[in-house]
């Protein structure tokens, strides 16, 4: 298969990050990647321009590792509780989700994270205290810790199960039995 170099101008997922010189076939250089600017070819005049496009990545990265750590600070100082309704025997009937973690930092902290950046085996159900990474840059990792807690009170519960007075039936309504065929 004929190939050809290229200069990426922006991170492509797969293929390279900006001012890296890769290879791929031509057809998807002068299909795609050419076209839409995402890359230039490999020439005299821009491997030139490849210590713009090496200084640009940099401040780009820095910047990204800066905003990354400030992130990283609001979200280890968080602390936040969820409700949850449970049962009688403290299951709960809901979880909290990735999606939901980052529905509420969005609130809390102002800033849009991707949920696929949260570590979450699976949905949580149980309450008490969790602690939760969050991969915010490839260097930098936040601990969320939040409390789930349960929507009813255990007391008012209790309370409520318990027989005040003599047990009496309650009347149900009477249906009428359909039958299957």
Do not use: C
Not at 35 to 43: D, R
Not at 128 to 133: F, L, N, W
Not at 142 to 154: C, D, G, H, N, Y
């Amino acid at each position: 298969m004929p190939s050809t170099e290229i200069i990426l101008t922006e991170n492509i997922p797969g293929l390279g990050a900006e001012a890296d010189v890769v290879k791929v076939r031509r057809g998807y250089a002068r299909n795609y990647l050419l076209p839409q600017g995402k890359a230039y070819e490999v020439t005299k005049q821009t491997l030139r321009q490849l210590d713009n496009l090496r200084a640009k990545r940099a401040a780009r990265e820095a910047g990204e590792l800066n905003e990354a750590e400030e992130i990283a600070r609001r979200i280890n100082k968080l602390r936040l509780t969820f409700t949850l309704e449970t049962g009688e025997s403290g299951k709960a009937f809901g979880s909290v989700t990735a999606q939901d973690l980052m529905k509420r930092l969005k609130n809390e902290i102002g800033h849009e994270i991707d949920r696929h950046r949260v570590v979450l085996e699976h949905p949580l159900k149980t309450t008490g205290e969790h602690e939760v990474q969050i991969k915010l840059h490839h260097d930098v990792t936040a601990k969320f810790v939040f409390q789930i807690k349960s929507a009813t009170p255990e007391e008012s519960s209790k309370e409520q199960h318990a027989p005040s007075g003599p047990i009496t039936e309650k009347a149900r309504p009477h249906r009428k039995r359909t039958e299957t065929k």
